[in-house]
């Protein structure tokens, strides 16, 4: 698959640099994405191996004759704010707006665009820094069906992509994927620190619990078993294994802390997509996927 289209990325910090990484990859000509970025073409890593790539430092130096396909919002949420109503001067062409901005919904962002805006907002993870991410998506109203396929195309760059149909499940996916890295990363550093407590050194412990966890879900990642699957295969009746999982899985074990986990999560989610919230013709015929 491949996308012919203009791009105006808003913000290249740590996602908007690994985004662009990952489309370049894919195959998309530099000179057809420009960059907003108040702090300078410095801080966007791929434009040393990228000299074609314009980077700006503000909104008012994207010339007038630059008409994006797609707008894609990577700012930190805590000024999306004060920088998504200077877009709305794209909103009369009628790109697509896409969004990696944590905690801010379809509504909230068309309330600073426009009615009329065509707004997708995804849910990326931090391992889209490696390309091993994934995003979940969801269309807002408006959002057609190639202009679905082009924000698909354009977050499966870093990993895999997936799609909801009710916005409001985005609280749930925020708890599980998006907080789900350091989910794993605290379960690493369990296992390092109960392995010195069992006497093993503590630079071997790290070792074994970092390249554990890494191995198990490259497992995961690559085997199409089942997990109960998975689990069964390296457990034997007896064993030690078997022991462990009478620990973890008890009544007050992982499952039952798992679940309270990524309730709460979820729940802080809602509350901060509350706190922050407050069909056009399209100019889709200029755009392709193939």
């Given amino acids: 698959m491949r996308m012919q289209g203009t791009i105006l990325l808003v913000g290249c910090g740590k996602m908007g640099g690994a985004l662009i990484e990952g489309w370049f990859k894919r195959g998309l000509n530099p000179v057809d994405v420009m960059?907003?970025?108040p702090a300078g073409r410095g801080a966007v890593a791929?434009?040393?191996?990228?000299?074609?790539?314009?980077?700006l430092p503000e909104l008012a130096a994207v010339p007038r004759d630059f008409h994006p396909d797609v707008v894609v919002f990577a700012v930190k949420p805590q000024v999306a704010d004060a920088v998504i109503p200077e877009y709305q001067r794209f909103n009369g062409e009628h790109p697509v707006f896409l969004s990696v901005i944590a905690g801010k919904t379809t509504a909230s962002i068309r309330n600073h665009l426009g009615d009329t805006a065509a707004v997708v907002r995804a849910m990326p993870n931090t391992p889209a820094a490696i390309g091993k991410g994934i995003t979940v998506l969801f269309a807002g109203a408006g959002v057609v069906d190639l202009q679905r396929r082009i924000c698909e195309f354009l977050m499966s760059a870093v990993g895999n992509a997936a799609w909801v149909e009710d916005e409001g499940l985005m609280d749930a996916?925020?708890?599980?994927?998006?907080s789900g890295p350091a989910y794993a990363f605290l379960l690493?550093?369990?296992?390092?620190?109960a392995g010195v407590a069992a006497g093993l050194p503590k630079a071997l412990a790290v070792q074994l619990a970092?390249?554990?966890?890494?191995?198990?879900?490259?497992?995961l990642a690559e085997s199409p078993e089942a997990t109960d699957v998975l689990l069964r295969n390296v457990?034997?009746?007896?064993?030690?294994?078997?022991?462990?999982l009478a620990v973890l899985d008890g009544p007050e074990g992982l499952r039952s802390l798992m679940q309270r986990a990524i309730a709460t999560a979820a729940a802080r989610s809602?509350?901060?997509?509350?706190?922050?919230s407050g069909s056009a013709t399209s100019r889709i015929e200029q755009i392709s996927v193939t």
Wanted: glycine share 12%; aromatic share 0%; net charge negative.
């Fill in 188 to 193: 690493a550093e369990s296992m390092a620190e």
């Fill in 35 to 37: 960059v907003v970025e």
């Fill in 270 to 276: 809602r509350a901060l997509a509350a706190h922050g």
């Fill in 46 to 55: 791929p434009c040393s191996s990228h000299p074609a790539l314009t980077t």
């Fill in 235 to 244: 457990t034997s009746p007896g064993g030690t294994t078997e022991a462990a």
């Fill in 210 to 219: 970092r390249a554990t966890v890494a191995g198990a879900g490259a497992m």
């Fill in 173 to 178: 996916v925020t708890a599980v994927s998006g």
